[in-house]
């Protein structure tokens, strides 16, 4: 694939970010070869004394890919890459979506100029159009042909992006299709302009690939170049510089950066189940780079099995980060699948998520003292402790269906969004069982990233006792096992010194979630782990009495402000066995 680069770029950003952008240091790392932009050399790190760029993009955009003998790849670059000059970004007759899918020049050859180019120059111009000094990227700075060099560099990786002042992502199909969403106000994105880009960039190859992945959660700062306009955007975390909200702000850069709590392997997991490399190993190695500080002692080595590889890979960070429990359902509020999973190829168990989807907050994970686990040979995970609860639940979806008002729960559901939007709560103490499941719904999709499929109900309670699970199976019966996840899920605050869709984090809401299995029908002690059991979170001002922790939890000896662990061995104080009994999770 070849691809358009248009000079005279039109930026995405609310407000100009020109001059942060250019004061931006980097860390004091630096890797071993950098590219110098003015003669396009490689060179020393050392020489780049201000710091360094690095690039993320597609290796399939940078010229067409030829299969060899062997069932390689490689990529030819036949200099077809194009660099216009000149063109009025600003004219309303020749949209972005059309030149980039038509690669049409602008007829105007007065002011207007176009040029093939390769890929290196095609980079090497982008970086002088924005005033990077000096660029790593993977091509130019690693010795492909050199196995060690090439295995030692990977493993810097997460350093190298890590460092950089920030990180020039190349993205072909992000494009301006309509000049006038620049005027079009949106109250979440700031316009439309912002909504169709992130559409684009959320579609994009680069978003699909399991390196791309790594290469911006282990950055700080990014800049995205399209065809004709580009977006820069900065972690909402780990700075107190106000801006909008993405994936990228709100989750992916500088993952593990924040202050209070390290990236977890749920976050990571959450895009990378969904994300595709030409060398299956890759999905892999990208995964162990991100998590660096839990994977050293794991091998990088393409000739080692796939199926080895993964088996190491998931077996090496459940003994050591168990948030690897923290999924839920795949599908939407509408009951369909929102993605598809690409490790359907593999045989991984369902301790792994696979079959779900992990939340995207960090977690803090705390396990009963009585309880432990290992893996074995065989991949399966054995828990053994005194503690677990057998629950009885019923499946959402058959409820709404059984009560004939599943259209009319929907639009219930619409209107309890935009009420909590305006501030004004349900009183779950005086509500009707239709309302309360729909707060539930509500809740643990903003709190895990995943719909509410199954809900549980304790005989003989109020109905605010009601609490809702998201399961990758149904099943009328589930086990929960005395492991507690704290999630940390940020509360958002609009700017008044910004205009609309500018934002910043004004403290972060603790939520308490616990992992969910269900027995195997062809095997007594053997379980599947088929999602989360939200137990409550704290209580918020605005809340009144729509989700109070005790109608939550139901327990008033329980008080969010405990650490997860005090509030583990309260919920199970009361469900002790004589006898400890092993759960076999495949």
Known sequence: ????????????????????????????????????????????????????????????????????????????DEGDHCIVDGYNINEVDCTGIKRYLMRSIPP??????????????LIQQICKDFQVGY??????????????????????????????????????????????????????????????????ISNSRWSKRSWTLEEVMMSRRILFVGADTNLFQHSLHTTTIPTTYDDFSGTLLDFGGRSHVNGTINQALHHAH???????????????????????????????????????????????????????SARGQSGSKQKQS??????????????????????NTATHAGLSYNIDNNMQ????????????IEEYSSYKKNRSVMKNMDDNLAKIYKARSRGIPSDMTCADKDTILNEWDMEI????????????????????????????????????????????????KHSKYHRSGVLYIERYLHAYVLPVFRECSDGVGRYKA???????????????????????????????????????????????????QEFIIE
């Open 108 to 121: 105007n050859k007065t002011t207007t100029s176009a040029k093939s180019a390769t890929f290196e120059e």
């Open 445 to 492: 999709s903003m709190l895990t990233s995943c719909w509410m499929t199954h809900f549980h109900e304790q005989k003989d309670g109020l109905l605010t006792q009601t609490r809702p699970l998201s399961l990758t199976e149904n099943c009328e019966e589930c086990l929960i096992l005395p492991i507690l996840f704290e999630c940390y899920q940020p509360v958002y």
């Open 381 to 392: 995970m054995r828990i053994t402790t005194k503690h677990w609860w057998r629950i009885s």
């Open 274 to 328: 969904f994300r595709t490399s030409t060398k299956p190993h890759d999905m892999v190695f990208a995964l162990i780079n991100t998590f660096a500080h839990l994977c050293d002692e794991i091998e990088i080595n393409y000739s080692t099995d796939i199926q080895t590889t993964l088996n190491n890979f998931y077996r090496h960070i459940a003994l050591q980060d168990l948030s690897i429990l923290c999924f839920g």
């Open 135 to 200: 660029l790593w990227y993977d091509k130019a700075c690693i010795d492909q042909a050199n196995k060690k060099e090439k295995a030692r560099e990977i493993r810097q990786m997460h350093k190298i992006y890590k460092n950089a002042r920030y990180t020039l992502a190349l993205v072909p199909e992000l494009c301006i299709t309509k000049n006038e969403d620049f005027q079009c106000e949106h109250s979440y994105y700031g316009n439309a302009a912002r909504l169709t880009a992130l559409n684009q």
């Open 530 to 580: 088929i999602g989360v059991y939200l137990l409550g979170r704290e209580l918020i001002r605005r809340d009144g009495k729509t989700m109070n922790w005790n109608h939550a939890v139901g327990r008033d000896d329980i008080d969010p402000n405990q650490s997860p662990q005090e509030i583990l061995n309260i919920l199970v104080e009361n469900n002790c066995h004589s006898v400890p």
């Open 1 to 76: 694939m070849y691809i358009t680069y248009y000079r005279n770029q039109k930026s995405i950003d609310l407000q100009d970010k020109t001059d942060f952008r250019l004061s931006l240091t980097g860390g004091e790392y630096r890797p071993t070869w950098l590219v110098r932009v003015s003669d396009w050399t490689v060179v020393p790190g050392s020489e780049a004394s201000y710091g360094y760029h690095t690039l993320s993009y597609c290796w399939e955009q940078s010229g067409e890919i030829v299969e060899r003998d062997d069932g390689g790849y490689d990529c030819i």
């Open 342 to 363: 690409t490790m359907g190829n593999y045989n991984l168990l369902s301790w792994t998520g696979v079959h779900g989807v992990h939340s995207t907050e960090p977690v």
